[in-house]
C-alpha cells in the first residue's frame, strides 16, 4: 500500500503518537516481521531471563510494556483506536471500575425488578382463581 514511502508514513505516525502520549513508541517487531509494535514506557521491578533479539529482551532492555501489534496498512488507525480503549479517558481505572459497578447494579436492579413483577402477577392471578373456587368472587356480566 504505501511502497517505498513506508518509512515516511512510519515517522510522520511516531511523531503523532508522541504528540499523543510522550510515553509511547512505534517500532518494528523482531518476533512478527513486517509488523509494528506500539510500545509504552513502563517500569520493571524484575528482569526474567529471555531470549536475546526477541521483542520481550527489547522491552525488559528499554523498559516499555506492549500495547498493540499493528499491520502497516492499518498505521493509521492505531492512534483513534489508543483514543477510545485509553482508560485516562474514562477518569482512570478506580472512576472506571466504579461506573461499572454502576451498571451492573442497574442492570442487576432491573432484573430483580421483573422477577418481583412477575412474582406479583403470578400470586395475584393464583389468588383471584382460588377465591373463584372457594366461592368468594362472583363473575359479574353486564
Do not use: C
Request: charged letters at 40%; hydrophobic letters at 35%; zero cysteines.
Amino acid at each position: 500500500m504505501y511502497g517505498h514511502d513506508l518509512p515516511r508514513y512510519v515517522r510522520e505516525y511516531e511523531r503523532d503518537i508522541r504528540r499523543y502520549d510522550r510515553f509511547l513508541r512505534l517500532r518494528r517487531s523482531l518476533d512478527s516481521p513486517g509488523l509494528f509494535l506500539v510500545e509504552r514506557k513502563t517500569r520493571y521491578l524484575e528482569f526474567p531471563d529471555v531470549p536475546r533479539m526477541t521483542d520481550r529482551a527489547v522491552q525488559y532492555n528499554e523498559s516499555y510494556r506492549p500495547v498493540l501489534l499493528v499491520k502497516p496498512s492499518e498505521l493509521r488507525f492505531f492512534r483513534r483506536s489508543l483514543e477510545l480503549t485509553e482508560i485516562q479517558r474514562y477518569g482512570g481505572a478506580k472512576a472506571l471500575a466504579d461506573r461499572l459497578d454502576e451498571v451492573d447494579d442497574r442492570e442487576r436492579e432491573l432484573v430483580d425488578r421483573a422477577v418481583y413483577s412477575n412474582f406479583e402477577d403470578l400470586s395475584g392471578e393464583a389468588y383471584d382463581w382460588l377465591a373463584w373456587h372457594e366461592g368468594r368472587r362472583v363473575a359479574l356480566r353486564g
